[in-house]
């Protein structure tokens, strides 16, 4: 099969001819039809505390058609998703197939999907994963709607462990896809105000349509004094979904006193902030890192029930060929938001 492949750093991904992975017992292969390109992907491809290794086909957010079943109770032909949680070797000789521990996600000894040769992502025609993780796509979800429920799990559940409740004021820092997500569920969740902070024009655009009251332009306006001024009062939870040196700190100065701040993105290299800045404060900072299983159910429920749409966000739709530019060009992205790849086109 083809696949796009990381071999080292500064280097852009090479599409490669590459063995086609078989389900062994209690695996699957699906045939991808759709795969998001994340910014966890492009943070663990650049100098920072974590970089894949050699050899790693990335790409954790797909969906698409089994075309191999080694899994009782799921059949050839069906659409699926998957978690990208590969159980730890000690787990698996129990027969769990899923950590023992119900860390999940956040299991030391976990693997993930895309982010090692031993477990390759869907960057390519095929991928393979286990049916533990496995969960199948509702009729009226389609593959490319699929392939967005990871970004959408993780936006759910930081709102949820923000506690976000009926009536509170809510200040996103980061239109991207994750913070894009926290707009939509802090919105279900009954903010009475979502208001995106986003140099880019279009996430700013995208905001509206995916459940923001408004946003702020923070290269022409005072974040808090333009805050103020459309929400009324200050921010009762900030999510921090850009993941760059300062950030928190910024975060900080934003909250009001007894507020509560949700540390989403993914910072990779070393920083530094001011702790009495936040103490003078009480200022609660909650850090999150992915998502539980409960969590992409609930999105696949919703979104088949069309009350979450995730379309706004898929700006771009490319080729396995395309893949490689598509995917440095994201470093400094410009009018994309959402870049998914159809390996099989």
């Not at 129990?94 to 860390?103: A, F, P, S």
């Not at 996103?172 to 896809?177: A, T």
């Amino acid at each position: 099969m083809r696949a796009a492949v990381f071999h080292e750093l500064g280097k852009p991904l090479r599409v490669e001819t590459v063995d086609k992975p078989q389900a062994g017992p209690g695996e699957i292969v699906l045939k991808v039809h759709y795969c998001g390109i994340c910014g966890s992907d492009l943070h663990s491809t650049h100098p920072g505390v974590f970089v894949v290794p050699d050899g790693t086909i990335l790409g954790h957010e797909f969906a698409g058609e089994i075309v191999e079943s080694g899994a009782p109770g799921w059949k050839v032909g069906e659409m699926a998703t998957a978690l990208p949680n590969n159980a730890c070797e000690e787990c698996r000789k129990l027969g769990l197939g899923e950590c023992k521990d119900n860390l999940g996600i956040m299991c030391p000894k976990n693997t993930l999907t895309g982010f090692n040769p031993s477990a390759q992502g869907a960057y390519a025609e095929f991928v393979k994963f286990g049916a533990k993780e496995a969960l199948r796509l509702p009729t009226a979800v389609k593959s490319r709607e699929g392939a967005a429920v990871e970004p959408l799990a993780v936006g759910l559940h930081a709102v949820n462990r923000g506690k976000v409740t009926v009536g509170e004021r809510v200040l996103i820092m980061g239109g991207g896809p994750i913070g894009l997500a926290t707009a939509v569920f802090s919105k279900l969740a009954g903010a009475r105000d979502v208001i995106v902070s986003e140099y880019a024009a279009a996430r700013r655009e995208a905001a509206g349509a995916l459940g923001a009251t408004d946003a702020i332009d923070p290269a022409k306006d005072d974040v808090s004094e333009a805050f103020l001024k459309k929400a009324g009062g200050p921010p009762d939870v900030i999510f921090e979904c850009v993941g760059v040196p300062g950030m928190i700190q910024k975060c900080v100065d934003l909250s009001k006193p007894y507020g509560r701040i949700v540390v989403v993105g993914v910072c990779m290299v070393e920083d530094t902030m001011v702790p009495i800045s936040a103490i003078f404060k009480e200022v609660n900072i909650q850090y999150v890192l992915g998502y539980g299983r409960p969590d992409w159910r609930l999105v696949l429920d919703l979104l088949d029930s069309g009350r979450v749409d995730p379309r706004p966000m898929i700006t771009d739709i490319i080729t396995l060929d395309q893949l490689p530019q598509a995917f440095e060009a994201l470093r400094k992205p410009t009018t994309q938001i959402k870049v998914m790849v159809r390996p099989n086109e």
